[in-house]
């Protein structure tokens, strides 16, 4: 890997174990709204993508009666409150942070909408170490786009070459190298083979840290 200060890390599937949730707290809202036995949609198609890219392509499909803002904001709801009561992160993933922390700066890019990112890093006060936090609200262009990570680096004082991103969706991915960065993907959510694309793919945090504090 080419030297990097800033470490610009994906939070669903990479900082909590969150993407089996998202479609639990998605179906439940769907089953309230009277859904649950027609649904022509798959959630796996979304994987990676914000909820407003899949509500509106939902609402579009079924064309239910709540409106748009109301169906985000149910879904947000039970996300935070899933979250909240779960605590999902990954095993290894604070102890990665708390060692990366002192050598790069540290960045954090969710396609989640800001409540559910702020649940998150409340969770073994992890806020405390990202530098930059930008959430879906924050770029008009969602991942695949690179606006995303390329904000993250604004934030953070960084050139795009000098920032590796963590990721674990093929948007997420497809995202990080537009943004002309490094990025290690992680195979939490998808096969190592539709990951290929990426700068180094790992199955383990243990992984990401040998090769992030080999450099320092």
Known sequence: MRQVQAII???????VDSEERHE???????????????L??????YIGRSDQVMWVDFVARHKPSQPLAELLARKRQRMVEIIRREQ?????????????????????ASGSERQVVEAVLEIKRLGRFFSAIVAD????????????????AEILS?????????????????AALAAGMQVI????????????????????????????????
């Not at 639990?24 to 027609?38: K, N, Q, S, T």
């Not at 022509?40 to 198609?45: E, P, Q």
């Not at 991103?165 to 997420?172: A, L, M």
């Not at 190592?192 to 793919?201: D, I, N, P």
């Open 137 to 152: 609200s924050d770029v008009e262009h969602g991942k695949p786009a690179p606006d995303i990570f390329l904000r993250a």
């Open 9 to 15: 890390f994906d939070m669903d599937g990479v900082i």
């Open 24 to 38: 639990r707290a998605f179906l439940e809202v769907v089953r309230e709204i009277g859904y649950g036995d027609r």
């Open 185 to 216: 993907a992680i195979t939490n959510t998808h096969p190592a083979k539709e990951l290929q694309h990426s700068t180094h793919v790992v199955e383990t945090y243990e992984e990401i840290e040998r090769l992030l504090l080999a450099q320092h």
């Open 158 to 174: 960084v050139a795009p070459q000098g920032c590796c991103v963590i990721e674990d969706s093929k948007p997420g991915v497809a």
């Open 40 to 45: 022509d949609f798959r959630f796996a198609d």
């Open 88 to 108: 999902p992160l990954f095993d290894g993933l604070p102890e990665l942070i708390e060692k990366l922390a002192p050598r790069y700066a540290l960045g954090l």
